[in-house]
């Protein structure tokens, strides 16, 4: 996976990084450019010296389970050994032979401060297994090989969900370590006219920061789908575009919608599964099918209605976070639902 | 049934980033293209057959959390759309048949509505 995929990185660098692409980049694409070399080299590598022979390479080689060393003098690189080296010597019964006739003198080396892309796109030049890491004096601090890499990727990726763990144990205990005499925290969306592309972003993101502030699955995924509705609705019908204000509380969260227009003439038969009014092009698309309000009907407690025509519509929907409190949503299954 | 057997059986195309198939469970099955009756009927952990494939697909089975979308009639969604289905970990597939023979064979092998 981490070939490919940096080979994909590497032909987005040589071709230029466009606002485009940059879009579409994944974590571990950016983590390539986050992480620097010496975060994922092995450090303080095995070394030789140029004058120990080949046997005591392959000594190393089997003891150490390395397939390569750098060659050092006085701590300054000279060259580099590696197991296709060794092979060479063996095959020509060499193994007496000082290492210095079968190593590489002219050794690629990368910084330890440079990025890992770095180290990538170098493997991807040259071949090579593995890149001796030098300082910014030239002195030797480390090796890095392809695996180095993967493993310091899957380490971050490990970080990343650990801080995602934290910001949720955070979130969760943010009603309890904030002391007032009554907490909430609002979200505000604001929602484009016909901005179908972003269409279910707001609601995503108000599914997710009730997920990390600890509600239940299941009431996250009502609020997700109350909200994708109300999002839906901003975007298809009204003039200007509108605001989704989310208002989170220990006990409820009050998903509300404001815009300006051009309102509901009739909310009963707006109400009405299969009455829309959406125009035909959106409705290719798939939505205006006449069910958006009794699917938020479906998910909420409590739903209100207000619309003036020409002024613009109000739609508060209140969802309880426990379901003690659910009493309310059988009441308003009966008919409850107060409609302005 | 996991969405490998589905795979297997009914020859679908992945468009998206493939993981390991045999570990998502299918419990159940809703077909419909419009996509507020797919945010009632259809469950989670469930495949969505449809002939939609614009990116809005993606945002409707993230939230309702779907094992996996089929599209039919080959209608390839846009690099955005896919992109986006990877970015949100929604399993894309696409098909040449139709959305009935899609469902036929589903319920042939033994998935269904809830």
Known sequence: MTEGRAGETLLQVERGITDETVGHITRVEELF???????????????????????????????????????????????????EDLI???????????????????????QAQSPVIEA??????????????????GRLVGIITKGDITRGVLKALQRDIQLEELKRYRASHLFEDIVSDRTSLVLRYYIKPRDFTHGGQASHHIKRALLRLGASPQVARRCGIAAYEAEMNLIIHTTNGGVIRVGIEPSDILIETFDDGPGIPDI?????????????EVREMGFGAGMGLKNIERCADSMQLESIPGKGTHLTVRIYLHPQDGQVREHKSEGGTRIA | MTLQEIVAELNLMCLTNPCDFSAIEVKSGYASDLLSCVMAGARHHGVWITLQSHSNVVAVAALLELSAVIITEGARPSQDAIDKANEERVNLFLTDKSTFWVVGKLWEMGVRDS
Do not use: C, H, W
């Open chain 1, 120 to 137: 990538l796109k170098t493997f991807a030049q040259t071949r090579v297994g593995r890149l001796p890491v030098v300082d910014e004096n």
């Open chain 1, 33 to 83: 450019y986050e992480l620097r070399i010496e975060d994922t080299m092995t450090r303080d590598p095995k070394v030789v010296t140029p004058d120990v022979p080949m046997r005591a390479v392959l000594e190393l080689f089997r003891q150490a389970r390395i397939s390569g060393a750098p060659v050092v003098v006085q701590g300054e690189l000279v060259g580099i050994i590696s197991i």
């Open chain 1, 268 to 280: 009963q038969l707006a109400m009405t599964p299969g009455y829309s009014t959406a125009p035909e």
């Open chain 1, 88 to 110: 060479r010597a063996l095959v020509k019964g060499d193994l007496d032979v000082p290492l210095k006739e079968y190593m590489t003198s002219k050794v690629i080396t990368v």
